[in-house]
């Protein structure tokens, strides 16, 4: 009788044990690398001529345990993020460290870094999605402006007490492949809002899951008209385009005495025609006119040339060129063809360095409109930190993606931390937050209440091309 009482007891025991040592596995599994090492993951093709085949989702999405910006890969930071996949944080943090030693400017480490700093100590979770290839170098600005408000949050003690932790997620500026990742967002309730996406495409693509998810998102780069309509949880720290179009439209009646001018449009970005839309009726109530060309960069014959001879032999007396990102190159081509001959204006797209680079003296006196310069504010904070940070002036896209980490941790001051209570801290008429770019207030439509200035290129040394983008005088 004892015998068997014994047994059994044994059996208890162990089956105890098994449940016990099972739990705590569970326990200890990370829901947040769970999701981005699923393997369970649809496949997801780019539109048009898929680069590489299907991709899946999982290769997108990274806390810090897989390299995601291949291009800044050193022997450290594959160490960092090996430590980081098998939860050894210390050993993430040194040799993430290492990496910043020798490439400072690399916002993916600084972020992981960052996030293996957090990851004892029940961080807040936000994700931010960029066209890493899609764009590099505007997916390194807004990770930089992302990385920067992270950093300045977690070093004054966090939200409520708990570091910000960033998952980043690679969605090429694709509709198609936003899209499927905005589910795959919506999906873990951890994640509390969402920074993205840089193209208005892919931004009104996804906006309806997001929506549907009760999942912030705000847009530091999307500024077609289109996502004013998109919901009550989509949000964005860039202006709306109105702003961009009356600027331009005020500075070439009044101060370039353009009175006819041409518009080089992209068909295929919906940025493009909005501001072609808003441009227009902008120049009819300022006394101009827009002179109808046939200039469309997203035509399968587009011809520079044609462009700009039409142009010309319209009577147009100034062109402005409105790019979509991945067709800065062609917008670049028509300033070169053009060869100053006729005034050129252009859209915040073209705030790049590859604009400078490849257009050389051929877009020296454009004039942009865009949402910020550093030196274009008198609070010059950010610009510094940006400078010791980054080693080098940083442009609008970081500034209004740091913009967005401070309107999230502003809604999550105080009050409960989820995605519900956060979105009606942004939407009330009292929410106010200060950023890069000047005190943040969100219209009714999710859109920020601010303005455009006009910047020129102008020869000078910052940039490393000989050409620089200034603030213009007496706007």
């Avoid at 050993?91 to 916002?107: C, K, M, T, V």
């Avoid at 300045?152 to 708990?162: F, K, L, M, P, S």
């Avoid at 999307?222 to 004013?228: E, N, Q, V």
């Avoid at 010059?380 to 967005?404: C, E, H, K």
Wanted: with cysteine; hydrophobic share 40%.
């Amino acid at each position: 009788m004892t015998q068997k009482n014994d047994t059994a007891i044994l059996i208890l025991a162990f089956l105890a044990t098994v449940a016990l040592l099972g739990g705590g596995f569970w326990l200890l599994k990370d829901p947040i690398l769970q999701m981005l090492q699923d393997s369970e993951s649809s496949q997801v093709s780019s539109e048009g001529s898929d680069r590489g085949g299907g991709k899946y989702l999982q290769k997108r999405l990274s806390l810090g345990e897989q390299i995601l910006v291949g291009a800044d890969t050193t022997p450290q930071k594959e160490a960092g993020v090996k430590a980081f996949g098998e939860k050894d944080f210390e050993g993430a943090i040194a040799e993430f460290e290492a990496s910043l030693q020798d490439r400072a400017n690399d916002p993916e480490t600084r972020i992981y870094l960052n996030n293996a700093k957090a990851a004892n100590s029940n961080p807040i979770i936000i994700a931010t999605s960029v066209p890493i290839g899609g764009n590099l170098n505007i997916a390194k600005e807004i990770l930089r402006g992302v990385a920067q408000g992270q950093e300045r949050i977690n070093q004054n003690g966090g939200i409520q007490g708990r570091p910000l932790q960033i998952v980043i997620v690679n969605d090429d500026n694709s509709p198609k492949i936003a899209t499927q990742l905005a589910k795959k967002l919506v999906e873990n309730e951890r994640i509390i809002a969402v920074i993205g996406h840089n193209s208005s495409n892919a931004s009104i693509a996804a906006a309806p899951d997001y929506e549907s998810g009760q999942l912030v998102m705000i847009s530091s780069s999307s500024d077609a008209k289109k996502l004013s309509e998109a919901g009550d949880y989509i949000f964005r720290t860039i202006p709306s385009i109105r702003f961009q179009a009356d600027t331009l439209s005020r500075y070439a009646v009044n101060r370039a005495n353009i009175k006819n001018i041409a518009i080089c449009v992209d068909s295929g970005a919906e940025y493009s025609t909005s501001l072609k839309t808003e441009f227009t009726s902008a120049m009819f109530a300022d006394g101009g006119r827009v002179t109808p060309i046939d200039c469309d960069l997203a035509a399968s014959n587009f011809s520079a040339e044609t462009a700009v001879s039409q142009a010309i032999s319209s009577g147009a007396d100034g062109l402005l060129l409105i790019p979509a990102v991945n067709r800065l190159n062609l917008a670049v081509e028509v300033t070169q063809v053009n060869q100053r001959r006729l005034p050129l204006l252009g859209s915040s797209a073209m705030y790049t360095i590859e604009t400078l680079r490849r257009g050389q003296a051929a877009v020296k006196g454009m004039v942009l409109a865009v949402p910020w310069h550093p030196d274009g504010i008198a609070e010059q904070s950010f610009s510094q930190d940006a400078i010791a940070l980054w080693g080098g002036s940083v442009n609008w896209r970081t500034a209004l993606a740091y913009d967005a980490v401070q309107a999230i941790a502003k809604g999550l001051e105080e009050g409960k931390i989820d995605r519900q209570a956060l979105q009606k801290d942004l939407s009330s008429p009292n929410f106010v937050a200060e950023g890069a770019s000047g005190a943040i207030r969100f219209l009714p439509s999710g859109d920020r209440d601010g303005a455009a200035l006009l910047i020129k290129i102008e020869p000078g040394g910052k940039s490393g091309t000989g050409l620089d983008f200034v603030p213009l005088l007496g706007q």
